[in-house]
């Protein structure tokens, strides 16, 4: 079954709600991540062409990705990729990104892009299109995009941590200096920081269950 591509419009309306529920899905899978968008959230990114969508030869829902703007187009970031269970394995959310990142680079070539993941493969991805891990500091400071963390189910050790850190890392791509290392370097360097995060993971988990003992 082959699968496009396309920069969403306002036609692809009908997949909002359908994408909603892949969000929701995949977070509570992944038990992290945020869990809800409102299906008139999506239409909006749709209609301002702030969005890419993968469908099927038959018209079925593939893989969704839409673009966020922060303090007056100073960041952007590439939000809720998703796949659906069906079409993975077959590279889809690498050229979903690659879809989206390209997207934002058109329309905000002076912008610039970040994320925040706790998938290692969407690290590998963001590292290829010139990413590179960061703390939070160099990331917006926009207090509604913060807020949107409040679904996550971590959201706890993110204000704990005073938005310092949590159990995402941070990645920015920066216009004027990407990332521009040999492919072989950046993996090592995104493993490194990989499992720096797991091990920060371990160790927040085990203060957290050692906090809800005492408390209990």
């Not at 590292?127 to 891990?133: E, K, T």
């Not at 917006?140 to 993110?158: A, H, M, R, V, Y």
């Amino acid at each position: 079954m082959s699968v496009s591509i396309q920069y969403a419009t306002l036609k692809h309306e009908n997949y909002a709600q359908a994408i909603c529920d892949l969000i929701e899905s995949a977070a509570k899978q992944r038990g992290t991540g945020i869990a809800k968008r409102d299906p008139e959230y999506i239409k909006s990114k749709m209609k301002n062409g702030n969005a890419v969508i993968a469908l099927s030869d038959i018209g079925e829902l593939a893989g969704f990705c839409y673009i966020e703007i922060w303090e007056e187009k100073k960041y952007v970031a590439n939000s809720g990729l998703i796949v659906a269970q069906t079409f993975r394995g077959q590279g889809l959310a690498k050229k979903i990104k690659a879809a989206a990142f390209q997207l934002s680079k058109e329309k905000y070539p002076q912008s610039k892009l970040f994320g925040i993941t706790t998938s290692l493969p969407v690290m590998k991805i963001n590292s290829d299109l010139g990413y590179r891990p960061v703390t939070f500091s160099e990331l917006t400071q926009d207090e509604t995009f913060w807020s949107g963390c409040k679904s996550c189910p971590n959201f706890d050790i993110l204000t704990r941590n005073e938005r310092k850190n949590c159990l995402c890392t941070g990645m920015l791509y920066d216009p004027e200096h990407p990332n521009n290392n040999p492919k072989k370097q950046r993996e090592r360097n995104i493993k490194k920081f990989y499992r720096w995060v797991q091990l920060k993971k371990v160790s927040f988990l085990k203060v957290m269950n050692n906090a809800k003992i005492f408390l209990s």
